[in-house]
Nanobody
């Protein structure tokens, strides 16, 4: 079955960096657009960044633009999120998700087929 396993979360001070990874199995990774989403306590899950199947197109939420970078390695079936200049408001559980290939990059959580279990990112002030 399809599995998405996130790793790399943790506790970091404001201004620091983290790199999240998402290892995919049970699917043809290069046939899927991928996304990173996050959910803070008491808030709805929101999109952070999305990348198309080849890595040639990306989308970023305004709140992370210029600080975060999404990338993928189709040879390793792995998705990444490099997070720099972290802020306390970035504290959340971060999830990776997979959506069967589409031309348009989709940001709605409802349109993603598979989800990981999440990894906690905590940024202290």
């Amino acid at each position: 079955q399809v599995q998405l396993v996130e790793s790399g979360g943790g506790l970091v001070q404001a201004g620091g960096s983290l790199r999240l990874s998402c290892a995919a199995s049970g699917l043809t990774f290069s046939n899927y657009n991928m996304g990173w989403f996050r959910q803070a306590p008491g808030k709805e899950r929101e999109v952070v960044a999305v990348i198309n199947w080849s890595g040639s197109y990306t989308y970023y939420a305004d709140s992370v633009k210029g600080r975060f970078a999404i990338s993928r390695d189709n040879a390793k079936d792995t998705l990444y999120l490099q997070m720099n200049s972290l802020k306390p408001e970035d504290t959340a559980v971060y999830y990776c998700a997979a959506r069967k290939y589409s031309v348009v990059l989709v940001t709605s959580t409802q349109m993603y087929n598979y989800w990981g279990q999440g990894t906690q990112v905590t940024v202290s002030s």
